[in-house]
């Protein structure tokens, strides 16, 4: 069974702070990788996608991952209380497919 | 990205009967996905939809309760059959966008649906 597991929360951060997520997958064949944000009752928005080792910057997001130990990760720089959600790892496998993992709930607090 | 309209937004329905999701693009793709998110869920994929060609069932899931159809690049259905209380879900439908050899989803969103 190939899985995506994430911590499911709820992830207080301060204000200001870094929130870090952290997402494993147990299929090496998977390529490419993204975090998806939601916010309760929408559906989920693509933020970041990786597919190299190594780490991508967008604005405050930075994404991480580590084939080698089937590790990906999400920071949030400067977290606003708008940055609360639910983020979503997802990997895809074979014809586009994604697997999601359940998603890690994130609460910033003011 | 491409928009992605979905019809209806939401719905409360009889058990025993049928629904049709309606999944609507502003441009022409190949690939196109739907997926159910039960209440407090992650997303669990149905079905892959492309057109011209019988839509890929994911494993749980049988032609016979969520038929789908793919009459174009811009559009498909879903149906959910003989509906029971345990398909109260979000449904959504998914478009893959390619840019280069980078291959994005994007959600529509999102059909409610609550049997009774």
């Known amino acids: 069974q190939k899985e995506v597991e994430q911590n499911s929360g709820p992830l207080s951060v301060p204000e200001g702070a870094i929130a870090s997520l952290n997402c494993t997958y147990s299929d090496r064949g998977s390529q490419s990788f993204f975090w998806y944000r939601q916010y309760s009752g929408k559906s989920p928005e693509l933020i970041m996608s990786i597919y190299s080792n190594g780490d991508k910057e967008d604005g405050r997001f930075t994404a991480q991952l580590n084939k080698a130990s089937q590790y990906v990760s999400l920071l949030i720089r400067d977290s606003q209380p708008s940055d609360s959600a639910t983020y979503l790892c997802a990997v895809s496998g074979s014809w586009g497919k994604l697997q999601f993992g359940a998603g890690t709930q994130v609460v910033v607090t003011p | 990205s491409a928009v992605i309209s979905q019809k209806p937004s939401r719905d409360i329905c009889q058990r025993g009967t049928s629904l049709t999701i309606q999944c609507q693009v502003d441009?022409?793709?190949?690939?196109m996905f739907w997926y159910r998110q039960q209440p407090g869920q992650s997303l669990t994929l149905i079905a892959t939809?492309?057109?011209?060609?019988?839509?890929?069932?994911e494993s749980g899931f049988v032609i016979d309760k969520f038929p789908i159809s793919r009459p174009n690049l811009t559009f498909s259905t879903l149906t959910v059959s003989n509906m029971s209380p345990e398909d109260s879900s979000i449904y959504l439908c998914?478009?893959?966008?390619?840019?280069?050899?980078?291959?994005?989803?994007?959600f529509g969103p999102g059909t409610r649906l609550t049997v009774t």
């Open positions: 939809a492309n057109q011209g060609s019988e839509a890929t069932y």
């Open positions: 998914s478009v893959e966008d390619q840019t280069g050899d980078v291959y994005e989803q994007y």
């Open positions: 441009s022409q793709v190949t690939m």
